[in-house]
């Protein structure tokens, strides 16, 4: 069921967010595993989404000097 609606919010949401909310759902039941509260891992088999290439690159050291000049 956990995997059911894991795969319903990648449909909706970005890579990185489903990953985000997947990591943080899986230190949640650790912990409530070290509590006693539950036994096993619902997220076991749940895959990380795979994230698109990280396409932003800074800017040269010319072009912020263009950019602060075109400010003046």
């Not at 396409?55 to 040269?60: E, I, P």
């Given at each position: 069921m956990l995997a059911e609606l894991?795969?319903?919010r990648a449909d909706e949401m970005d890579a990185d967010t489903v990953n985000w909310e997947l990591s943080i759902?899986?230190?949640t039941i650790g912990w409530w595993q070290r509590q006693g509260w539950i036994i096993c891992d619902p997220t076991i088999g749940i895959e990380r989404r795979p994230a698109p290439p990280d396409?932003?690159?800074?800017?040269?050291e010319s072009q912020i000097t263009a950019l602060w000049g075109s400010v003046r």
């Open positions: 894991a795969a319903a759902t899986r230190k396409r932003t690159k800074a800017l040269a």
